[in-house]
DNA sequence: ACAAAAGTGTTAGGGGTACACCCATGG
DNA sequence: CCATGGGTGTACCCCTAACACTTTTGT
């Protein structure tokens, strides 16, 4: 049967929280096209891997991360997308743990944590990409479990909170959300431990539980 | 550059309801693989045309149908799941006014509705891409618009909450509904007049407004 | 003692649910 | 007059926002 050649890619769109800031993981294109030109990391998917494990893959190829959360975003397929040929990408979106790029990766060399406020001028349309998959971040904030993703095995409440803080651009108040996340069932884990490594009182210590939902969702303000 | 050759297909999940069911349409598959069972509607991503372009013309030729709303659901690319080669599509989701298939359509000849209920063992993943269709139609008529897209032109606010009842198969208290939508601001838009087509007090004809989100969002019931 | 961060108590208000009640038409 | 569906009023409840206040550490 004669069918139309496509290219099939999968691109990440790789986020964490850093300090204030939300960034992304950023590799810089040694060929053309684009090259010299911020990209995000992403590859061809082989004749026999699902999306999804192509992803996985590219992943821990480019990265080797730790990854928190990984799940399809949405593909991108403009017939000029790419000026060599016809390519559909299927981009991903992961959320990981706040840590350095691992240098000794195979083709980590050249990927860096940027600011999502400064990734711009992306090769191809990757700048439509990134702004959708922080878009689907700060929706899924909202009524899923997924902030714990950005947080390492253990965290206190406030961590969790300035995950919220930096993703959503916008101060929560501290009192509230200890109430809220804390009386959501199966949210968290306690460990018994405390720490203070902020200084002030100890904090209480937390795994992520089980819940995937949130049931109320934890709404960003209407104004 | 070498790459692997794939095929890029679309899929539709188009959904409609009908009476008291929510109904998808799909089509009987004329060949092999899978010949004889049924299928979603779709078709191969010519060279020249994006994936949304794509959608929109394979609804136009299989159905003819008038489309309320057309989104991109997800892609799927498993090794496997076309026998005779590799073949990723990208699936849509089409929200449509109740309407009869136009059988004037080119291959329309094969096009019908059949209840989500009783849509089973459907050719290649169609199962799996029909259950996310349904799921993601369910999720968002709570925090968007998208109910108005099954309506035709004018409708009552009876009508819409019958779309609201089909698809998330529970009952709505009709007087609360009502208060809910109309105080809404931009979603609808009275056209002044009244209809008594299913008997009782006369009511309210409306049209879409232009609202796309629900502030504050119409939850489905916890239980 | 003081600053800083964790965590609790309390109050006022918005939106949801449940349901009593009234309105307008057909038969 | 009654059945049927359209539409309004209202009481209760839960959740949220706002903020006063207490607890527990480091310096």
Known sequence: M???PFAVTVDLVVLTVRGDEL????????????????????????????LAA??????????GLDVGHLEQLASYGDPDRDPRQ???TVAHLA????QPVPTAGTDAAEARWVPVAQARDLAFDHDRVLADGVERARAKLEYTALATAFCGAEFTVAQLRRVYEVVWGRPLDPRNFHRKVTGTPGLL???GETTTRDGGRPAQLYRRGEAEQLHPPLLRADT
Do not use: H
């Open 95 to 98: 959320l990981v743990p706040d």
């Open 2 to 4: 004669a069918f139309p």
């Open 54 to 63: 192509a992803a996985t893959r590219e992943l821990a190829e480019e990265t």
């Open 23 to 50: 960034c992304v993981l950023l590799v810089r294109r040694g060929e053309e096209p684009f090259l010299g030109r911020d990209a995000l990391p992403g590859g061809f998917v082989r004749p026999d891997e699902g």
């Open 189 to 191: 884990d306690p460990t």
């Open 86 to 88: 016809r390519v559909v």
